[in-house]
Every structure is written in structure tokens, then in C-alpha cells.
């Protein structure tokens, strides 16, 4: 599953689910000013579930 290929992102800039939930939750804009991501605005506690939902999926 998702949880057990790192690194994750385009870049590989994040080595776990709890860095990319976070990055999503915050989303910084984006260089051109222009972003299609918005902040999920996830508290701690619904961050810590996402991330505990997303390592249940495996193949």
C-alpha cells in the first residue's frame, strides 16, 4: 500500500504519510500565485485518522 512506498510527492520530498497530511493541511500557495489546493485545515486529531486510514490500504 500507499504507506509502504516512500518517499513520497513528485519530488520525494516527504518521507512519511504524517509529512504529506500535513503539507496538505496547510497547503502554502503555490509559486505562480495560482493554486488548485486548498487547505484541508485538519486538526490534529483528524490528521492522526487520516493518516491511520490511508496505511489500511494495501494491495
Given amino acids: ?3 509502504d512506498r ?3 510527492m513528485h519530488a520525494g520530498q516527504f518521507s ?3 509529512e504529506v ?3 496538505y493541511s496547510k497547503a ?3 509559486v505562480e500565485g495560482v493554486s488548485e489546493v486548498h487547505p484541508l485545515d485538519l486538526s490534529d486529531r483528524e ?3 487520516l493518516v491511520a486510514f490511508l496505511k489500511t490500504l494495501s494491495d
Fill in 1 to 3: 500500500g500507499a504507506a
Fill in 6 to 8: 516512500p518517499p513520497y
Fill in 16 to 18: 512519511t504519510l504524517e
Fill in 21 to 23: 497530511v500535513a503539507h
Fill in 28 to 30: 502554502p500557495p503555490s
Fill in 47 to 49: 490528521r492522526a485518522a
